[in-house]
């Protein structure tokens, strides 16, 4: 992750500094020579005492000598200052990387973390999804995790795998090669270049709406190339497929990141429902590109970027289809705050002649449950937080409040929009990392079941596909987790 306030605030008065220093080296010399001939009384410069005058230049000559070691010092100790201090506020950026001693074996780190949820919201009857909550509020596994970090030489790579209560799956794994001009290649599951960041504009525990459809923080099965360019920050992405469904009870949704999976839906007969065999989608030879340019002497410094995705998607009992997404993104960083905006445009082209009997939906599935999302939609997104530094609170090393606002704007003019507000905020202290978030959505899996028809679900009726109920429901979550 790139940090356009980083560069600007570090380099500025460090530049200026070895600049100056630089210059006083340049004088010293000529000064120092100079005032050696000029102060030096006529028979100073007899024969008989050049090699007075020797001894003394030679003095001087030592003296810049180690004056200019000093400044290559100076500049190597700030090169590394710049570099940490960059990397810090590359997490501080996103808050989402609490610092916490971790086990290292040679050039491999391990670590990880276990976060659980308390929930509140609208749920008039029990839980019927995960990480849905429940009435009345409760504690539950949120999840649990294992990290692996490989740095050797020029050798790198990272692996996370996931429990969740009652399944799991790879997070990321890949293996890379980081190159002598700063550029990286990636190997494996890594995650795919799309939008402003990581997670997209969100900082929340819950994201923005455009998780929900594969589009923020999406590991897929491929191949990465990361460089920069002047004041631009490419990437590059070939992915054969999707990560592999992982274990659990679902036919193929045993995932992390929404995708466009297989499922078991039903077709009506008679006015009843009648399941389907397995039949829906997997996603083929996807291509990424993603540049953002980084705007960094100015007063506010701003990173405008552009994402395009083309994929294929391989049908079962269906004929094969295609996607693609455009988007464009951008960060404002002023002092400690951060606004970042997002608008992205995706299709799915498939045919009608389907199982589910439409066009307009595509079966899309995460976290070991598959549900119907429209296939053609615009989403704007928007994120606007605050880092304080609690340098003064014992208890306490940052705060990022913040407030966010997404929604899926449908096509299909009998769908209705998906939208989802977030107000929180995430404490930071040590190995500590604490979501508090109040969410209030009209389509939204995650956020409530209050009006859900879930006997409609092959109809595509709730949340991210029909959305026909228009019922808000909200949640609050207090996610609290322990990175190790």
């Known amino acids: 992750m790139s940090s356009v306030a980083t560069h600007a605030t570090i380099t500025g008065p460090r530049t200026r500094h070895l600049r100056l220093s630089r210059k006083f080296v340049q004088t010293f010399s000529v000064a120092a020579l100079s005032a050696a001939l000029l102060t030096a009384p006529p028979a100073a410069l007899a024969a008989s005492d050049a090699a007075a005058l020797e001894r003394r230049v030679a003095a001087l000559e030592a003296e810049l000598e180690l004056a200019k070691r000093e400044l290559a010092a100076a500049q190597n100790a700030a090169s590394e200052a710049e570099l940490k201090s960059a990397e810090l506020e590359a997490d501080l950026e996103q808050a989402g990387n609490p610092q916490a001693d971790k086990i290292t074996l040679g050039p491999v780190t391990i670590g990880g973390a276990m976060r659980v949820n308390y929930v509140l919201g609208s749920y ?73 960041g990581p997670y997209g504009i969100s900082q929340s525990w819950f994201f923005d709406q455009h998780y929900y459809v594969g ?41 992390y990141t929404y995708d466009a999976v297989e499922w078991l839906s039903a077709i009506e007969e008679n006015g009843d ?6 039949n829906g989608f997997s996603e083929r030879n996807q291509f990424n590109l993603r540049a953002i340019y980084g705007f960094d002497d100015i007063q506010v410094p701003t990173a ?139 389509g939204n899996y995650f956020v409530g079941d209050d009006g859900d028809n879930y006997s409609n679900i092959f109809r595509g009726v709730g949340d991210f596909g029909v959305d026909g109920n228009r019922k808000w429901n909200y949640r609050l979550n207090l996610n609290f987790g322990y990175y190790f």
């Open 124 to 196: 008039p009857g029990n839980a019927d999804g995960p990480s849905r909550g429940g009435n009345g509020g409760n504690f539950e596994l949120d999840t649990f995790r294992i990290n692996m970090d490989l740095n050797y030489k020029q050798l790198v790579g990272k692996f996370e795998y996931r429990w969740y209560n009652g399944y799991n799956f790879i997070h990321t794994g890949w293996l890379g090669w980081d190159f002598d001009n700063g550029s990286q290649l990636q190997v494996g599951v890594n995650r795919v270049p799309f939008g402003p």
């Open 273 to 278: 429902l009648i399941a389907a065999p397995p």
């Open 304 to 442: 405008i970027g552009v994402s395009l995705l083309y994929g294929q998607l391989k049908g079962r009992r269906t004929d094969d289809g295609d996607r693609w997404a455009a988007s464009l993104h951008m960060k404002n960083n002023w002092n400690n705050w951060l606004l970042a905006t997002q608008l992205t445009k995706y299709k799915y082209n498939i045919d009608a002649d389907n199982p589910w009997g439409t066009d307009a939906l595509v079966p899309m599935g995460a976290y070991d449950f598959a549900w119907p999302v429209a296939a053609d939609a615009w989403i704007p997104a928007a994120s606007l937080s605050y880092l304080y530094e609690a340098n003064r609170i014992p208890w306490l090393d940052s705060v990022r409040p913040y407030l966010e606002y997404s929604t899926i704007v449908k096509q299909d003019s009998d769908y209705s929009d998906s939208e989802l507000w977030v107000l929180g905020a995430a404490w930071a202290r040590q190995g500590w990392y604490i979501y508090t978030d109040l969410a209030y959505a009209n």
């Open 215 to 255: 589009l923020a923080d999406d590991p897929d099965l491929g191949i990465q190339y990361v460089t920069s360019l002047g004041n631009w920050d490419l990437d590059f992405a070939y992915y054969v497929s999707s990560e592999w469904d992982g274990n659990g009870t679902s036919q193929d949704s045993a995932r």
